[in-house]
């Protein structure tokens, strides 16, 4: 069988008992339980849902536990329902057996009660708490004569008279002191005070000052507030307990209206982004950082205090420039200008840059490039020339043998060779190279505008008489790694370092170094010690 397949809904009417599935009907003709009042049609659904049984309404108005029915609602044991001339109660209630009683309020003989004994007043939409007002006077309506003697009917209708009011009396306020004697008294420590405190689904509910009156059980205590979230919580009143609640109503946002002179803005707050300016914004109540910012425009960062509950605020924000212009000339006309790397266009030209300081770079074909930095001042025009270009830098590419010499132009130094070298135009140059145990170089160059010059250096040694000898003779001789012979020996080595070996079997080897000065021989002395 199915999960709902045992279910049902046992209701009993005036007419007798019946038995139905689990879904249901109920309201004027057509609907499977008729109430009277109600349109033809469907006025409210009984459906299970997972074991719970849930009412639903439709068009016709519903009351539930004296509330408008809205939207679907679980139902549970004495849960009452008022559609048209009838009650529904919700007599019990399982995950299977749904019992329902349903009581017609008209077409039924009824007496008529002794007397009025308080009246009920309700707000305008029934959502109010109850207050029973009780009136001044009971009057009891007289007795009917009957066939008896004159005497005795006067005598027994005053002894009666004597007795049945006190005994209405009593009777009608019995029940009063009953319930009296099972309300709970219940603390409530709301903020703000002022707030209205409501008990949704309860019944009798009597507030005292910052107490509530409620009988034993669960309630649901809600409190209100224009310009607040409303706040709720549920409790259970006990006979033996100390009872009381606690509820904190929240400020709802304020609106902020923000105007920035017609500049589209985003707004962010304490770092969250809100919204776009201009316009009206919903902010949180407190005290907040407020930041706007656009495009081009520096932030506007303020502090702000939102009073919320819904109050307008007004804030101006005047929006500084974070941008300025470039208005760039050349000569001649037609020159590429690029700033901080990007292409800005082809002089005469005028280009947007944000404040700060930029890199401006002018270049035409068969011109030297110009490059220089400006600092740029937000919301200004800042003009750059007429800047005119030169004749093109010659270009040398320089090479040396041995390679890594020093290449000095005009005694700046320009890198070690092999090395490429712009030399500017119209003028000739002096180019040294130089390096350690070498003669330097020296070269005359004339830089014709844009030509490209090649010069290879061969760099003449400075030698030095460099002699090595010692004990034991006949030692292999190795000089910067490279077999030399036996000693004693002499050569004529370059004017820089070198590393001296001498070697021989059955003694341990001897390492050096020996760096030779022009003009001044050198001599290495060793002495190899026997091998262990």
């Not at 006067?154 to 004697?181: D, E, F, K, T, Y």
């Not at 649901?220 to 409790?235: K, S």
């Amino acid at each position: 069988m199915g999960p709902g397949a045992y279910a049902q809904v046992r209701v009993r009417e005036p007419v007798g008992e019946r038995v139905l599935g689990e879904t249901i009907t109920i309201g004027g003709v057509g609907a499977q339980i008729v109430v009277p009042g109600v349109e033809p049609g469907t006025a409210l659904l009984i459906e299970r849902h997972k074991g719970v049984w849930v009412v639903e309404p439709s068009a016709a108005p519903v009351r539930f536990n004296g509330r408008r029915l809205t939207t679907a609602r679980d139902l549970r044991r004495d849960d009452t329902l008022a559609l048209g001339d009838a009650q529904i109660v919700v007599a019990d209630v399982s995950r299977t057996l749904l019992r329902l009683n349903v009581c017609h309020l008209v077409d039924n003989a009824t007496v008529a009660p002794a007397a009025t004994v308080a009246t009920l007043t309700l707000g305008d939409d029934g959502d109010e708490d109850i207050e029973i007002h009780p009136l001044g006077t009971l009057r009891v309506p007289p007795l009917a004569k009957t066939g008896a003697p004159e005497s005795h009917t006067s005598v027994g209708s005053g002894i009666r008279q004597r007795w049945l009011i006190p005994a209405v009396v009593v009777a009608a306020l019995m029940p009063v002191a009953i319930v009296a004697s099972l309300l709970q008294t219940v603390s409530v420590d709301m903020s703000p005070a002022d707030a209205r405190v409501l008990t949704p689904g309860t019944l009798l509910s009597i507030r005292s000052g910052n107490s509530l009156l409620l009988l034993p059980g669960k309630h649901r205590v809600r409190a209100e507030r224009n310009g607040y979230i409303a706040a709720q919580t549920d409790i259970v009143v006990r006979t033996d307990d100390v009872n009381g609640v606690r509820l904190r109503l929240e400020k709802l946002p304020g609106r902020l209206r923000v105007d920035t002179n017609g500049i589209a803005a985003t707004v962010s707050v304490d770092g969250v982004e809100v919204g776009h300016a201009p316009g009206l914004l919903s902010i949180p109540a407190g005290q907040r950082t407020l930041m706007i910012s656009a495009p081009r425009r520096l932030d506007y960062i303020a502090s702000i205090s939102v009073a919320g509950a819904g109050e307008l605020q007004e804030l101006k924000a005047a929006l500084q420039p974070s941008w300025g212009a470039l208005k760039v000339l050349s000569i001649p006309d037609g020159a590429h200008v690029s700033v901080d790397g990007e292409e800005g266009g082809v002089a005469p030209v005028t280009i947007d840059a944000p404040a700060g300081v930029r890199r401006i770079r002018i270049a035409a074909t068969g011109w030297k490039t110009w490059e220089s930095s400006v600092v740029l001042k937000a919301g200004e025009t800042l003009a750059v020339g007429p800047v005119t270009l030169g004749q093109p830098d010659a270009h040398l590419t320089l090479r040396s043998n041995p390679a890594g010499a020093d290449a000095t132009v005009a005694g700046t130094h320009l890198g070690r060779t092999p090395t490429e070298i712009d030399l500017p135009a119209g003028i000739a140059h002096q180019v040294v190279l130089s390096a350690p145990g070498y003669k330097n170089w020296i070269q005359a160059v004339f830089a014709d505008p844009g030509r490209k010059l090649t010069l290879v250096a061969h760099l003449e040694p400075v030698l030095v008489r460099v002699s090595v000898q010692g004990d034991p003779a006949d030692a292999e001789l190795l000089i910067d790694g490279v077999a030399r012979g036996q000693t004693p020996q002499s050569f004529s080595l370059p004017a820089t370092e070198h590393r001296i070996e001498i070697r021989k079997q059955g003694f341990l080897p001897f390492k050096g170094t020996v760096r030779p000065e022009a003009g001044l021989d050198r001599t290495v002395q060793y002495h190899l010690t026997s091998a262990p």
